[in-house]
Structure formats: structure tokens, C-alpha cells
Nanobody, 119 residues
Framework: QVQLVESGGGLVQAGGSLRLSCRAS????????MAWYRQAPGKQRELVAT???????DATDSMKGRITISRDNAGDTVYLQMNSLKPEDTAVYYC?????????????WGRGTQVTVSP
């Protein structure tokens, strides 16, 4: 069973930056794609950014230009750099990895890290 552990969340003022990390218990190169999601209180979980095994990336429109998803090519960690944070970015941020094996998709989730942006 793959385990994912997020870190790097915290309290930051509007306009500030945070870098989230997601460390996997296996090499990131065994996964087809990696992603960050977030869930604000009372709202559904939403996709924030994705990174495929080939290195292509995508980000949700509300955060484009303010975030960068990247990976540690030497190891087992994916990052989410967030700049110019806004109070509406306040949420629990989760990492999600998935892989395809023998025709079956396997998904793994971390337990989340809280990001709070004060006005």
C-alpha cells in the first residue's frame, strides 16, 4: 500500500507564499500522474494541479499563474509552490497519485495539510 504524506501547510498573510510537499512511500516514477486537490469548508474537493509521468502540467484556472507543480526527479516527492495567496485559497490541500496496473486504476490519497490565508 502506497502512503502519501503532505507537509508545508500553515498560516500565511494574503500575498504570501507556501510550498507544499507530498512524499510518497514509493518512487514517483511508478505513477501515471500526480495531483494536488483542495477542499474548503462546506465545499467539494477540487482539482488544483496535475503533473503527469511525462512531465506535462496543468492547473485550475483560479490558480493559474500563481502555482507551480513539480517533482523531485531524484526521489519520491512532489511539490506545489503557491504564490500571491488569497483568502479564498484557504483549504485543506491533498495530494493524489494514481497508477494503472493490469487494467486497473489505483489511487492513493494523503491525509491533507491545512493552508490558511489571512486577509
Amino acid at each position: 500500500q502506497v502512503q502519501l504524506v503532505e507537509s508545508g501547510g500553515g498560516l500565511v498573510q494574503a500575498g504570501g507564499s507556501l510550498r507544499l510537499s507530498c512524499r510518497a512511500s514509493a518512487s514517483i516514477f511508478k505513477f501515471n500522474a500526480m495531483a494536488w486537490y483542495r477542499q474548503a469548508p462546506g465545499k467539494q474537493r477540487e482539482l488544483v494541479a496535475t503533473l503527469t509521468i511525462l512531465g506535462s502540467t496543468d492547473a485550475t484556472d483560479s490558480m493559474k499563474g500563481r502555482i507551480t507543480i513539480s517533482r523531485d526527479n531524484a526521489g519520491d516527492t512532489v511539490y506545489l509552490q503557491m504564490n500571491s495567496l488569497k483568502p479564498e485559497d484557504t483549504a485543506v490541500y491533498y495530494c493524489n497519485f494514481w497508477e494503472q496496473r493490469d487494467g486497473t486504476r489505483y489511487e492513493y490519497w494523503g491525509r491533507g495539510t491545512q493552508v490558511t490565508v489571512s486577509p
